[in-house]
């Protein structure tokens, strides 16, 4: 009777890590709301970013960092395959100050990028993300949830990410 009652104690306790393991593999958090501006100056609250009830990406940038700008770049040469096979959209956060900002619209029309870009000038939106370095990359469920994060980048990271986004449509789970 002593060996059922711990055998029975042992699933129960195992089952319920098992649920906690899948909910906090699926989710990291939620986008914090923090009011930001577009390019033009219009007025943006973080939490209300979405994708019509799709995955999107969210990458923190500046126009000083090379990674990014090349991040930016590379994934430039393949959205629109990416936008047709997914209906994944992207948005480019720069954290340029004020001091540097101007560069911005510049520099994505220099570019071509056809993102939606944002101004975090004071890193507010930068800090409630938890930012340390940029290149950072996040997707976000159809729900405004973080799934996934990676900082840095390099060649090939591009097909990383559209693989997870892939992943996310098919209601696959994603790495943390």
Not at 22 to 44: A, E, H, Y
Not at 155 to 164: D, Q, T, Y
């Amino acid at each position: 009777m002593k060996k059922l009652f711990v055998a029975s104690l042992i699933l129960l306790l195992g089952t319920s890590l098992m649920a906690q393991e899948t909910k906090t593999d699926k989710v990291l958090f939620k986008l914090p709301s923090v009011n930001v501006t577009d390019m033009n100056g219009k007025k943006i609250n973080t939490a209300e970013l979405s994708n019509n009830g799709k995955p999107f990406i969210i990458s923190f940038w500046a126009t000083w960092c090379k990674p990014c700008v090349k991040e930016l770049t590379t994934i430039r040469e393949v959205y629109q395959d990416w936008q047709t096979e997914t209906g994944v959209k992207l948005i480019a956060v720069s954290i340029d100050d004020s001091r540097s900002s101007a560069q911005v619209k510049t520099l994505a029309n220099g570019k071509n990028w056809e993102y939606e870009i944002i101004l975090d000038q004071n890193s507010d939106f930068k800090r409630a993300m938890n930012v340390n370095a940029v290149p950072h990359t996040f997707i976000v469920n159809g729900k405004g949830e973080i799934v996934w994060q990676h900082t840095s980048f390099s060649e090939g990271s591009e097909l990383e990410l559209i693989r997870l986004v892939k992943k996310l449509n098919a209601g696959e789970p994603l790495p943390k």
